[in-house]
C-alpha cells in the first residue's frame, strides 16, 4: 500500500470529507417504509385469501423479500439513522423482528462489538468462518435459523464484555414468546397452523439465505488489520456498485465500507461518502475501498 509515513493528515482529511454528511438533519426513510410494509402486507393478504399453492406460494415469496428488506431496516433502526426518532423507530423495529423470533435489542449490542471489532479482534460477533469449498451453500442452508442461534451464541459468550445483553435477550424472549404467542393463538383459532408454519418457513429460508450471503459479501476475506482503526474499518469491509434506486432499499449497505467508518451517515448519504472517501485516499496515495461491480461479482467470491 502506497501511502504517507503517518495516517494522521489522511484520518483529519477523512473527517473533514464526511463531516457535512453526519451533521445534517435525518431524512425520515418514510416512503420506503411504507412501501416496504404495504408489500408485507399485500403478501400476507394474498397468501390467506388466493385460492391455488401456486399463487400462495408467490405471495409467500412476496412477504419473504419485503421482511428481508424491512429487517435491512432494522439495522438502520440501531445506528438510529431510520427515522431520525430513536425510541419510535426501535419500536417499529422490534415490532418487525420479533414475528420472526430475531432478538433485535440483543443483535443490537453485538453490532456496537462488531462495528468496534470487525478486522482486528476476532471475538468479532458477526465474524464469518467459512469452508474455503462454495461457502454459499453453508449459508443458505444455515438460513435464518442459522443467524438466530448464532447470535445468541455470541451473546451469550460475550456477556462479560457487555453486561447490557443479559437484559437485551430478556426483553427479546419476552417480545418474542408474547409476539409469536398471540399470532399462534390467532392462528389455532382459525385452524391455520399448518399453513402458518409454511409461510414462517418460506420467510425464514429466504429472507435468512438473503441476509446471510449479504453479510458475508460485505466482510468475506478482508481481514486486514491498518495502522490506524478508521482505515481498518474501511479496508475490512466491501463496497458492492448497485443502481441508485437498489442501495436506499438496502439501508446503504452496499456502501458497507463507509458505513462502517462512519456508521453515523445516514443511508441515502453512503453512495456521495464512498465517492469521498475514495478521493481522499487517492490524494494520500491509498487505494480505494474494496469493491466488487455488482451483486453477481460478489457473490462469485463466495464460489
Known sequence: MTASVSPRPLIRDLHAAVADLQAKPIQP?????????????LGGIGYWLLPSWPLRLAAALLVALAE????IATHEACHGTLLGRRHLELVLAALISWPMAWPLFTYRLLHRLHHRWNGCDRR???????????PWRQLVLAGGAGLIVHTLQAALVLQAQQPALRRALLIDAIGVLLVKGLI????????EWLAYGLCWLVVERVAGAMLQLRGAIEHWQLWQPQPHPLLTQLYCSRTVVVPGWLSPLLGGL???????????????????????VDAVLARHGYPPVPC????????????
Open 68 to 71: 428481508t428488506l424491512l429487517l
Open 254 to 276: 452496499p456502501h458497507h465500507s463507509v458505513h462502517h467508518a462512519f456508521p453515523a451517515i445516514p443511508a441515502d448519504r453512503l453512495e456521495q461518502a464512498t465517492q469521498r
Open 29 to 41: 426513510a418514510t416512503t420506503r417504509l411504507v412501501l416496504l410494509l404495504s408489500l408485507l402486507a
Open 292 to 303: 466488487c461491480q455488482g451483486y453477481k461479482e460478489a457473490l462469485m467470491l463466495l464460489g
Open 124 to 134: 468479532d460477533p458477526e465474524r464469518v468462518d467459512l469452508p474455503r469449498h462454495a
Open 184 to 191: 399462534l393463538v390467532l392462528v389455532v383459532q382459525h385452524g
